[in-house]
């Protein structure tokens, strides 16, 4: 076999192992996503694990459920839990942060960003730090 021959099967074999480890990837985060109906006890439960996806997997049946809105900051501090340190989102022009996990090919923290007018809240996105 020459070495061309060689390079050229070792390049194959390279790109074979790329894809599969890229497929496998992507199914995990298919998991990841998925929506699960939302839980208080859990969500509270999974707030200090910062390697849990349990948050990430419930955020958008929360969001879509409508049981956040209306809300006082008390009520929502009853759902979700405590919410992480002010000096961690300071500037971003909301007033409090729920931390939900890590996802991706390249990982980056998640979070639950919520605003409030009067001590009601008025808007909760997922934002990527």
Request: hydrophobic share 45%.
């Amino acid at each position: 076999m020459t070495t061309r021959t060689k390079r050229a099967l070792l390049v194959t074999a390279a790109s074979v192992v790329l894809v599969l480890v890229a497929v496998m990837l992507l199914q995990r985060q298919a998991q990841v996503t998925t929506g699960q109906p939302f839980d208080s006890a859990t969500w509270i439960a999974t707030g200090m694990d910062r390697t849990a996806t349990r948050r990430l997997e419930m955020v958008d049946e929360l969001l879509a459920s409508g049981v956040l809105k209306g809300k006082t900051r008390d009520e929502v501090t009853a759902l979700l839990g405590p919410p992480e340190p002010k000096s961690y989102f300071k500037g971003s022009g909301f007033d409090t942060m729920h931390h939900l996990g890590k996802e991706g090919l390249f990982p980056s923290p998640k979070f639950l960003a919520l605003s409030f007018e009067s001590d009601v809240l008025v808007e909760a996105q997922v934002m990527v730090d």
